[in-house]
T-cell receptor, first 115, second 116 residues
Framework: AQKVTQAQTEISVVEKEDVTLDCVYE???????LFWYKQPPSGELVFLIR??????QNEISGRYSWNFQKSTSSFNFTITASQVVDSAVYFC????????????FGQGTRLTINP | GAGVSQSPSNKVTEKGKDVELRCDPI?????LYWYRQRLGQGLEFLIY????????KSGLPSDRFSAERTGESVSTLTIQRTQQEDSAVYLC??????????????FGAGSRLTVL
């Protein structure tokens, strides 16, 4: 069975600080996708990124960056120069490429950016 | 439609009543998912449809929960004899297969169910 663990339940930082959200996953399959979603206070989940297990290249999109390390089964998410609008709950998730295409979520990390 | 549409957005019901929650996926999306999110919690998988068949319904918590889908469109999640522990936001998502079949799920705004 697949499992995603986000050990940080809540994080609070001051605006402009950098912050890293941790994600560790478990699966016996060798082919899978990893995702990050954002859930702002409005409640609607917003897709941020999908990364496949074949590609360990890090990715940067503006202030967001993702570090995928297969050796440690981790897919961490860093926000640089955080802003108040980044305040949300962030979910990491995993989906197998073969077989059941169920998206398994971690418990989420509530990020609060204080002005 | 432009996005995943769910109705009702809010439902308050009395314990023991049946409720139906509806999901209209994005046109052309063949896969449809239902998740449950209790207050302050993560997303709990309920059921997944590919077309109108459900290859994975392992997350349905009890036989009071059922779901159906008509073709590759609307899905209805039915909860019979509701209990207070059913109170949650029920989220629907849809996706279109790409390449190896893994999808990017687009979520609706959810249906908030409160059982008194």
């Amino acid at each position: 069975a697949q499992k995603v663990t986000q050990a940080q339940t809540e994080i609070s930082v001051v605006e402009k600080e950098d912050v890293t959200l941790d994600c560790v996953y478990e699966t016996r399959d060798t082919t899978y996708y990893l995702f990050w979603y954002k859930q702002p206070p409005s409640g609607e989940l917003v897709f941020l990124i999908r990364r496949n297990s074949f590609d360990e290249q890090n990715e940067i999109s503006g202030r967001y960056s993702w570090n995928f390390q297969k050796s440690t089964s981790s897919f961490n998410f860093t926000i640089t120069a955080s802003q108040v609008v980044d305040s949300a709950v962030y979910f990491c998730a995993l989906m197998l490429i073969q077989g059941a295409q169920k998206l398994v979520f971690g418990q989420g990390t509530r990020l609060t950016i204080n002005p | 439609g432009a996005g995943v549409s769910q109705s009702p957005s809010n439902k308050v019901t009395e314990k023991g009543k049946d409720v139906e929650l509806r999901c209209d996926p994005i046109s052309g999306h063949t896969a449809l998912y239902w998740y449950r999110q209790r207050l302050g919690q993560g997303l709990e998988f309920l059921i997944y449809f590919q077309g109108n068949s459900a290859p994975d319904k392992s997350g349905l918590p009890s036989d009071r929960f059922s779901a159906e889908r008509t073709g590759e469109s609307v899905s209805t999640l039915t909860i019979q004899r509701t209990q207070q522990e059913d109170s949650a936001v029920y989220l629907c998502a849809s996706s279109f297969p790409r390449g190896g079949g893994a999808n990017v799920l687009t979520f609706g705004a959810g249906s908030r169910l409160t059982v008194l």
